[in-house]
């Protein structure tokens, strides 16, 4: 059964920074594709950045130049650098894994006071 686990999130000052994690089980890692997600209060779920089996990444604009995703396979961890962090940053963040079925984690939260 793949597991993901998502942690860093919490409460920070508008122009901070936060590192979110998300740990994998249960899969051969390398072979996913892995997705941050978020969900604002009262709005839908919308991916934030994407980074393939061969370390191709995508961001939505609102993110670009901010955020960083990367992975560690020897980890099986991904992470998203969230720099100059703004108070509609603020959200549930989601890891999601896609390989022949795809997974979610239970999310992490990130609050950005302005």
């Known amino acids: 059964q793949v597991q993901l686990v998502e942690s860093g999130g919490g409460l920070v000052q508008t122009g901070g920074s936060l590192r979110l994690s998300c740990a994998a089980s249960g899969t051969i890692f390398s072979r996913n594709a892995m997705s941050w997600y978020r969900q604002a209060p009262g709005k839908r779920r919308e991916l934030v950045a994407s980074?393939?089996?061969?370390?191709?990444?995508n961001y939505a604009d609102s993110v670009k130049g901010r955020f960083t995703i990367s992975r560690d396979n020897a980890k099986n961890t991904v992470y998203l650098q969230m720099n100059s962090l703004k108070p509609e940053d603020t959200a549930v963040y989601y890891c999601?894994?896609?390989?022949?079925?795809?997974?979610w984690g239970q999310g992490t939260q990130v609050t950005v006071s302005s």
């Open positions: 980074i393939t089996s061969g370390g191709t990444t």
């Open positions: 999601k894994s896609s390989w022949y079925e795809t997974y």
